[in-house]
């Protein structure tokens, strides 16, 4: 992303004074977002000149494109050179500029700096090298090599204080850089620090050619299509992590997603999206599926505040993180993040009936005026969030929104019958605060409301659900059934006995959390596909069915604070698949070396609930 580093790593090695003394010609060349081939021949013949003694300045204003590329090939042809493409931003650039700079197989190099990941794989299939973010250790260190120099003589009293100021710059250099320059204007003592730590966040908007600015090219060089589903994520919280398939269904609800003359589904053209804003570094994964899938995405602090700025001023959004609502006209999604002593539906009347969604994300349970509802004619996405945040009763006037495709609510009844009026919702995820939710049989008349089955990928089950295992018969039965997370005692009986025409055959991923089953009775054909298999806290299971060492396609074992005779079975299974050659069978032996509840693989709860969309 911007600000992360790139330039500043590239101009290291450029200046390295082993390179220097490798390569005869070293020239640097800055792109950007407005690229002009002649301004890019001009770069690099001002530095070629610098190493040469050839006089090639001569005459270049009555010079065409053709004749200064010429000058510059026929320069660099013999010595061994390393140029610098810094801030690339397109392949079409890369194209038009990889003609000027010819191999002669003589080592010369190419570096290339950019923030769009399909420019770096274009110009290189090999992975390139990808810059992280710091940690807070190297944080700080920056910070200190800023404002006290490569000694790092810095007050001991000040560094409590200056991780916190670090760690909410969550390590992006070029953050903690704009606020090492703050730092160095004000006194060092622990009151000023404490301030600055206070308003790190006025501090950085003060800068907006700095930080702001910089973030912002990423953005303006978006292509249309891309930039609501963006600005979109200014309407979650800071820090917030949206499920992937939850944010793609807003998407498509919003009606953000576009597929002329494609023949993808809805949902592919939206991951795409999330898959190019990523790539562009736009868009941060925070959690990842054992697939790789991406299971969780976020929004580094200073993008969302870019973010901010940018729906305040395009009126796309209305944000408001205050409890203050004021009165608001053109903008047509809303999102109220904070609530403090009121809802923000009481407030409803100062919003448009033009409206086309609202997000709540309440901090507490809280009453709202039901019928404030009801003049939001034309509201597609109206989502609650937040599992404390419950409705006594199903708001009926919710049932007359006849345009809403994204329902997301939790009450303490049942969806009432005339849900099946909402003929044109697509995404309903209702849950209780206790209880059982039972759906209207005629839900499955909703034509455009996806009725989870056959395309089921992904199920937990959690709690007292009075589960059967003979219950799993229906499971077997799903064609695309991929992963299933049984948890907290969610199964009343202790033994799970598989029949020969059980076969969940395309299941790669099983976890068990803290069941009492006992005895499970399985063989390799039950599951063909398996890769995965996680054990937490199943205490009384006296064995993994030792067949399992005849799945080819099993990768890994790990058990966390279970039984011995578990483990045992479980090194057993290991030793049967490399007496068969499998070595890809990793993580056992790790895992029984950290027999600890506070080991955390899989965060979070997709329950049925959540898949009725």
Request: charged share 25%; proline share 4%.
């Amino acid at each position: 992303m911007g600000g992360i580093g790139k330039t500043t790593l590239a101009r290291k090695a450029y200046d390295h004074l082993k390179l220097r003394y490798h390569f005869d010609i070293r020239v640097w060349i800055t792109i950007s977002q407005e690229y002009g081939r002649r301004n890019v021949l001009l770069q690099a013949l001002h530095c070629i000149s610098k190493h040469t003694n050839i006089d090639i300045k001569k005459d270049y204003d009555v010079k065409d494109d053709n004749e200064l590329a010429d000058l510059v090939q026929k320069s660099l042809k013999g010595p061994r050179y390393l140029v610098v493409v810094d801030d690339i931003w397109s392949t079409d650039v890369w194209d038009s500029l990889r003609g000027i700079f010819p191999d002669y197989n003589n080592r010369s190099r190419i570096l290339l700096t950019t923030r769009e990941t399909k420019v770096a794989m274009y110009a290189n299939t090999i992975s390139p090298y990808e810059m992280n973010l710091l940690n807070l250790e190297k944080s700080w260190k920056l910070l200190c090599d800023k404002l006290f120099g490569p000694n790092d003589c810095h007050p001991p009293e000040l560094e409590e204080i200056g991780k916190k100021i670090v760690g909410k710059c969550q390590g992006l250099p070029l953050t903690i850089s704009v606020i090492a320059g703050h730092l160095s204007k004000v006194s060092r003592t622990l009151g000023s620090w404490m301030d600055v730590a206070r308003t790190l966040g006025e501090i950085i908007s003060n800068h907006p050619d700095k930080c702001l600015g910089v973030l912002g090219l990423s953005y303006h060089h978006l292509p249309n299509h891309l930039k609501p589903c963006f600005l979109s994520m200014g309407g979650f919280p800071e820090d917030y992590q949206v499920e992937a398939w939850r944010l793609i269904k807003l998407w498509i609800a919003e009606g953000f997603i576009r597929r002329p003359g494609s023949d993808k589904s809805m949902a592919e053209v939206a991951e795409d999206y999330l898959e190019d804003l990523i790539s562009r570094n736009l868009i941060m994964v925070r959690k990842k599926r054992f697939n790789g899938e991406i299971k969780a995405c976020g929004m580094h602090d200073l993008l969302r505040e870019f973010c901010l700025t940018e729906v305040e001023l395009t009126k796309f959004m209305y944000v408001e993180t205050t409890n203050i609502v004021s009165t608001v006209s053109a903008q047509k999604h809303f999102s109220f993040q904070k609530n403090y002593g009121y809802s923000a539906i009481d407030h409803c009347n100062l919003l448009p009936s033009v409206a086309r969604s609202i997000y709540l994300f309440p901090d507490f349970m809280f009453r709202v005026n039901l019928e404030a509802f009801s003049h939001f004619k034309l509201l597609r996405v109206l989502a609650v969030f937040h599992g404390n945040a419950c409705f006594r009763s199903f708001p009926l006037v919710i049932t007359k929104l006849f345009h809403l495709r994204y329902l997301q609510i939790q009450c303490n009844d049942n969806p009432p019958a005339s849900i099946v009026e909402l003929q044109n919702l697509r995404t309903l995820i209702y849950g209780r605060e206790y209880g059982y939710t039972t759906l209207p049989e005629k839900i499955w008349m909703m034509k455009n409301l996806r009725s989870f089955p056959t395309s089921l990928k992904r199920l937990t089950l959690a709690g007292w659900h009075n589960f059967t295992w003979k219950d799993m018969s229906t499971l077997v039965m799903l064609p695309n059934f991929e992963e299933l997370k049984l948890k907290d005692h969610v199964a009343i009986l202790n033994v799970w006995r598989l029949n020969d025409e059980d076969k969940f055959q395309s299941l790669e991923f099983l976890l068990f959390c803290d069941i009492n089953l006992e005895h499970w009775e399985a063989s390799s054909d039950n599951f063909p596909n398996l890769k995965r298999l996680v054990l937490k806290k199943c205490k009384k299971l006296k064995e993994i069915p030792i067949d399992f060492g005849e799945i080819c396609s099993l990768e890994s074992i790990e058990l966390h604070n279970c039984s011995t005779l578990a483990e045992e079975s479980a090194r057993k299974i290991e030793q049967e698949q490399e007496d068969m050659g499998n070595n890809f069978l990793k993580g056992i032996d790790a895992c029984f070396e950290e027999q600890s509840d506070s080991i955390s693989l899989f965060e979070g709860r997709f329950s049925l609930k959540d898949r009725l969309g």
